[in-house]
């Protein structure tokens, strides 16, 4: 599946994640809408090096690292 929308990054760490639109796509993982529900309660973010952690006022709800 793919998702699509917009967010808003500032620099005082601040995030909000805009509308979203997913594909609706078969598949066997059902996560889609758990990461989704992630996704719409970040408030914040804190990028450390190649690593990007969205969070919820001071909470980490998502953790990403730069692919090589």
Known sequence: N???GNF???IQNQFVV???STT???CEI???QAYLGL???VTAYKRESLKL???EGTTPLLR???AD
Request: no cysteine; aromatic share 8%.
């Open 18 to 20: 805009g509308a979203l």
């Open 53 to 55: 952690t969205l969070l």
């Open 30 to 32: 059902v996560e889609e």
């Open 2 to 4: 793919q998702l699509n």
């Open 64 to 66: 990403y690292k730069k």
């Open 24 to 26: 609706k796509m078969y």
């Open 8 to 10: 808003k990054a500032d």
């Open 39 to 41: 996704l719409n309660r």
